[in-house]
């Protein structure tokens, strides 16, 4: 069991997304995630929204002109995700054991995010598997962003993974590092409790 559905018992979706609504409602940017991404690849581009939830960024990404997967593992999120956005691809799946051959879908993404602390919830030991299985889905070229806690004040749960850990996951995976930010806002990473991480498969 992932470290999400023992955190929530996969019933959490439509509390989530009533979570962003209101700060929606409240004047706050909830789209930073898909603004991140949109500067990285150009609109058309293939994007693959890796434990995507209630489709929160994959919906604003289609928006903007891009060609988006969601994968999620919880029935619950994906349930909300497929109310607000029945018209887009959504597929409940395992991150670690994903196969977009198994659903139909082409692997040669330009781009793969992680959002929402993804690799931090999953079953400890299993983010290298992920990471592979996550790469294994890109294009020669495309880009793994990944957002996510590394400390106790920016997580749910007590973090099992470090940017060292993650960034060798992402080597044996084929993944070059390409920059790292402190948030989505693209604000330079100081060493704080959060990392924006952009990684890039080797040609």
Same mark, same amino acid.
């Given at each position: 069991?992932?470290?999400?559905?023992?955190?929530?018992?996969?019933?959490?979706?439509?509390?989530?997304?009533?979570?962003?609504?209101? +700060?929606?409602?409240?004047?706050? &940017?909830?789209? @930073?995630? #898909? =603004?991140?991404?949109?500067?990285? *690849?150009? $609109? %058309?581009?293939?994007?693959?929204?890796?434990?995507?939830?209630?489709?929160?960024?994959?919906?604003?990404?289609?928006?903007?002109?891009?060609?988006?997967?969601?994968?999620?593992?919880?029935?619950?999120?994906?349930?909300?995700?497929?109310?607000?956005?029945?018209?887009?691809?959504?597929?409940?799946?395992? +991150?670690?054991?994903?196969?977009? &051959?198994?659903? @139909?879908? #082409? =692997?040669?993404?330009?781009?793969? *995010?992680? $959002? %929402?602390?993804?690799?931090?919830?999953?079953?400890?030991?299993?983010?290298?598997?992920?990471?592979?299985?996550?790469?294994?889905?890109?294009?020669?070229?495309?880009?793994?962003?990944?957002?996510?806690?590394?400390?106790?004040?920016?997580?749910?749960?007590?973090?099992?993974?470090?940017?060292?850990?993650?960034?060798?996951?992402?080597?044996?995976?084929?993944?070059?590092?390409?920059?790292?930010?402190?948030?989505?806002?693209? $604000?330079?990473?100081?060493?704080?409790?959060?990392?924006?991480?952009?990684?890039?498969?080797?040609?």
């Amino acid at each position: 069991m992932s470290r999400w559905q023992e955190l929530t018992g996969g019933t959490s979706g439509s509390e989530y997304a009533a979570r962003f609504e209101a +700060l929606a409602r409240g004047g706050k &940017d909830v789209h @930073g995630e #898909a =603004a991140f991404c949109a500067a990285l *690849v150009p $609109a %058309g581009a293939r994007v693959l929204d890796a434990g995507c939830g209630t489709g929160r960024v994959m919906i604003r990404l289609s928006e903007l002109g891009y060609d988006c997967v969601g994968v999620d593992l919880d029935d619950s999120m994906l349930d909300v995700a497929r109310a607000q956005a029945p018209e887009l691809p959504w597929f409940r799946a395992d +991150l670690t054991e994903f196969d977009p &051959d198994l659903l @139909g879908v #082409a =692997a040669d993404f330009d781009l793969v *995010v992680a $959002a %929402g602390n993804v690799l931090p919830l999953l079953t400890p030991g299993t983010e290298a598997k992920a990471v592979h299985r996550l790469a294994a889905a890109l294009r020669p070229g495309g880009l793994l962003v990944a957002g996510f806690g590394l400390d106790a004040a920016h997580l749910p749960v007590p973090p099992t993974i470090t940017l060292p850990e993650y960034d060798d996951s992402c080597a044996a995976a084929g993944l070059s590092l390409v920059d790292r930010f402190a948030t989505w806002d693209a $604000a330079p990473y100081d060493g704080g409790g959060y990392a924006v991480s952009v990684h890039r498969l080797d040609a």
